[in-house]
């Protein structure tokens, strides 16, 4: 009574939040969650609203006062087996188990480093349970619950916490950032936010299959605050992936209080704004995680439609151990430490006779011997070794191109516009799994018109208009990669890359170095200017992508090899970024096969042959060769790169020593470019070969600007023309 009216009065003084278990649209499935712990409603969260001084002194009064009245954990038993509320229970300590365990291990310096999840672990175990053990989860650092109830075995966790070769990473990676497709489950890259979207491709294939399944995502509070979150949530919603997204609302970032992340008052009220349901539950309470997801995830396995789940929890430790909790008022900390999620429970089933000291014991005992059995298995393992070359050889997904020739001599003009089109077109005839995404591609056909009349034959589930959500929608190709499709992402302008390159240069590439799972994504960039379009649709940014390992980097300069790279692209399992010069769209034409044939990637190709110099370049730079050394009557051997990375070492080596004199040309900007890197190539292994110094002529370093005299400015050829002419004189 007393604890009521003292929360009546403060929250009228303040406005400090209250919040309950309940559905947020108010419309289907209220049913859902109605008898779900109707008593877990009054628990203050670490938000302190803009309140005079006074008046947060009387909060902190309240707060402590709500360590010793506020009620423990109510727990609804409903219709649960006892079997079932023992599982859970032993599933519940085992993380803690774990986790005490490492701590002591830290302080004897035995483990780097250690992302505490003590005080959160029921919504890690609460949803695994309620899951299918074939339903994908993807977990933060805080996670451990998820993998020890997906009985992955000890001494591989511990192996991969400490860098062994039997974790999941060979050591490549640290702590939970690691994925395993074994049990179903996708790890973190550090970023936090960019694997929901990724969850949300997984979710898409779900739906795409009728597989009558969902997909988990967490999120901690503060990564609510990333784009990605809101990007990745959008498109779930418009698509209606059956994925729940679960916020961990643990009071703090790393130091940052919820105050100081966001000003919404739940943050399951964004749910409203995406319109897509959300519930707010007690992340303590177990049996409420439990039932939750058992009845959403059930839910959503009949009627797809994404969900927000806010668990209002508390980390009870550091961010990470050394950074402690010094920030965290020690009524906070005593308040939330009387709503321990293991000791509730526990407490609540030996009251209710399902659980008894012995049996404690006796589970107690078992873990015990799981954790030092594991233990003594993972610190026997020696510290791994590797090679250079073993490393290397491990960024990309092994794969032995077979180079397709065309079955018939049929060949038809095609503008290099038409040629990416056939290429499309006979990818998605032959790869039934692979589905194509970005703005305006279906019914439109695309701003450049490539996907017309690709709906109408291959239906709206394949040719996918998206919102404008870059990074999500590459997020869900690698999604959609990891249940087995290829998937294609158009960047409308390449120059929008930006806007997915996290999700690009840290999660497609990387995959496979980390955990060993390919990403079967092809990422379509036109690019390029000569049009007068401006600093944001012109840009040549190949560079950005060929310094990043884990990519496949192609450029094709002419329709054959248009068409060709883009089907190779598609038949490579490795992430491959395929720029499309616009100013060749509609200005260049040849007769291409009409049949499907690849072009093999990493093979550069003589475009001309000639004795007097060596051009290397690329794209829209071989046709300014062309013109500029054949105004120039040089004899130049032209070598077209085709594929920026993986390089065509052994072409550059040959057409060098051929000439001794090498002039590398490009768009993109001078510093920086793939140009350096090719003269730097030169001059450390080929000096003895050459008769001048490396040249190059590159875009100025500058933003590429939209009116035609600047622009001008900007392209290479002029200065192609005077380094060429310098590179004679040697
Ligand atoms: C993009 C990005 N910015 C910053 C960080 C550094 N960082 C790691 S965890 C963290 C706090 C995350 O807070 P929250 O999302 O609430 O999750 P919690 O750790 O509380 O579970 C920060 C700032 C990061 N990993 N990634």
């Known amino acids: 009574m007393w604890c009521h009216m003292t929360y009546s009065i403060f929250r009228a003084l303040s406005g400090f939040l209250f919040y309950s278990t309940r559905l947020r649209d108010g419309s289907a499935s209220r049913a859902l969650l109605s008898g779900l712990c109707p008593e877990s409603k009054k628990i203050p969260q670490p938000k302190f609203p803009t309140i005079s001084l006074p008046l947060q002194r009387f909060f902190k009064a309240l707060t402590m006062n709500a360590t010793t009245i506020a009620p423990a954990i109510t727990f609804e038993r409903g219709d649960l087996t006892e079997a079932t509320l023992l599982s859970l229970y032993q599933r519940l300590l085992k993380p803690r188990m774990i986790e005490d365990k490492m701590l002591i291990l830290l302080r004897q310096g035995r483990v780097s480093k250690w992302f505490s999840g003590i005080g959160q672990e029921a919504i890690s175990v609460g949803i695994t349970c309620a899951l299918l053990p074939d339903e994908f989860i993807f977990t933060l650092h805080r996670n451990l619950g998820v993998f020890t109830s997906r009985d992955i075995p000890l001494e591989r966790l511990f192996c991969q916490w400490q860098g062994k070769a039997s974790g999941f990473t060979k050591g490549r990676d640290r702590s939970f950032h690691f994925g395993t497709m074994e049990y179903h489950i996708v790890g973190m890259i550090s970023h936090l936010g960019p694997q929901l979207a990724v969850a949300g491709g997984v979710a898409l294939a779900h739906k795409l299959q009728h597989e009558g399944r969902v997909s988990v995502a967490f999120t901690g509070e503060g990564g609510t605050s990333e784009g990605d979150f809101h990007e990745a949530l959008n498109?779930?919603?418009?698509?209606?992936?059956?994925?729940?997204?679960?916020?961990?609302?643990?009071?703090?970032?790393?130091?940052?209080?919820?105050?100081?992340?966001?000003?919404?008052?739940?943050?399951?009220?964004?749910?409203?704004?995406?319109?897509?349901?959300?519930?707010?539950?007690?992340?303590?309470?177990?049996?409420?995680?439990?039932?939750?997801?058992?009845?959403?995830?059930?839910?959503?396995?009949?009627?797809?439609?994404?969900?927000?789940?806010?668990?209002?929890?508390?980390?009870?430790?550091?961010?990470?151990?050394?950074?402690?909790?010094?920030?965290?008022?020690?009524?906070?900390?005593?308040?939330?430490?009387?709503k321990d999620p293991l000791s509730n429970y526990e407490q609540y089933l030996l009251q209710t006779g399902v659980l008894n000291d012995a049996k404690i014991e006796a589970m107690r005992q078992e873990i015990r011997?799981?954790?030092?059995?594991?233990?003594?298995?993972a610190f026997e393992e020696p510290a791994i070794q590797s090679s250079a070359a073993q490393e290397l050889a491990d960024v990309y997904a092994p794969y032995i191109q077979q180079v397709v020739t065309p079955a018939t001599p049929a060949?038809?003009?095609?503008?290099?516009?038409?040629?990416?089109?056939?290429?499309?077109?006979?990818?998605?005839?032959?790869?039934?799994?692979?589905?194509?995404?970005?703005?305006?591609?279906?019914?439109?056909?695309?701003?450049?018109?490539?996907?017309?009349?690709?709906?109408?034959?291959?239906?709206?589930?394949?040719?996918?208009?998206?919102?404008?959500?870059?990074?999500?929608?590459?997020?869900?190709?690698?999604?959609?990669?990891?249940?087995?499709?290829?998937?294609?992402?158009?960047?409308?302008?390449?120059?929008?890359?930006?806007?997915?390159?996290?999700?690009?240069?840290?999660?497609?590439?990387?995959?496979?170095y980390r955990w060993g799972e390919n990403a079967d994504v092809v990422v379509r960039m036109p690019a390029g200017g000569g049009m007068s379009a401006g600093p944001f649709h012109s840009q040549s940014n190949e560079a950005w992508f060929a310094h990043t390992p884990g990519l496949k980097v192609v450029y094709p300069a002419n329709p054959y090899d248009a068409k060709g790279l883009l089907l190779a692209s598609f038949e490579d399992p490795n992430p491959v970024i395929y720029f499309e010069h616009k100013g060749l769209y509609r200005s260049l034409t040849e007769a291409i096969p009409d049949d499907y044939y690849t072009v093999e990637i990493g093979k550069a190709r003589l475009e001309q042959e000639g004795n007097a110099v060596s051009v290397i370049t690329y794209g829209m730079g071989v046709h300014w060769a062309k013109k500029i050394t054949a105004e120039m009557g040089v004899d130049a051997e032209i070598l077209d790169l085709r594929t920026l990375l993986p390089l065509d070492y052994e072409a550059i080596i040959a057409t060098v020593k051929k000439n001794g004199k090498v002039i590398i040309l490009h768009e993109d900007t001078l510093y920086g470019g793939i140009g350096g890197e090719i003269a730097a190539y030169i001059s450390e292994n080929l000096f003895e070969y050459l008769d001048a110094p490396v040249l190059r002529a590159a875009g100025l370093d500058m933003p590429i600007p939209f009116a035609a005299p600047l622009e001008q400015l900007f392209m290479p050829a002029e200065r192609f023309k005077r380094q060429l002419a310098r590179l004679m004189g040697y």
């Open 369 to 377: 011997h799981e954790i030092e059995a594991g233990l003594a298995v």
């Open 235 to 338: 498109v779930a919603a418009v698509w209606q992936l059956p994925v729940i997204f679960v916020i961990e609302n643990n009071g703090y970032g790393l130091s940052t209080p919820t105050q100081e992340q966001y000003r919404c008052e739940n943050l399951a009220d964004r749910a409203i704004g995406y319109g897509m349901r959300s519930v707010i539950i007690d992340g303590n309470n177990i049996l409420e995680v439990y039932r939750t997801f058992s009845q959403l995830a059930a839910e959503l396995r009949e009627n797809p439609e994404p969900v927000l789940v806010e668990c209002r929890t508390f980390r009870m430790r550091g961010h990470e151990e050394a950074s402690g909790t010094k920030y965290v008022p020690q009524e906070l900390m005593d308040f939330w430490a009387a």
């Open 411 to 512: 060949k038809r003009e095609k503008r290099f516009i038409d040629a990416v089109s056939d290429g499309l077109r006979q990818a998605m005839e032959k790869h039934d799994n692979l589905v194509l995404m970005g703005q305006d591609i279906a019914e439109y056909g695309g701003v450049f018109k490539i996907t017309e009349g690709f709906v109408a034959q291959f239906g709206k589930e394949r040719v996918r208009n998206t919102p404008i959500c870059e990074s999500a929608i590459v997020g869900i190709g690698l999604g959609l990669s990891l249940k087995g499709h290829k998937a294609m992402v158009e960047m409308q302008f390449a120059d929008f890359v930006s806007c997915a390159f996290n999700q690009i240069v840290n999660n497609l590439a990387k995959l496979y």
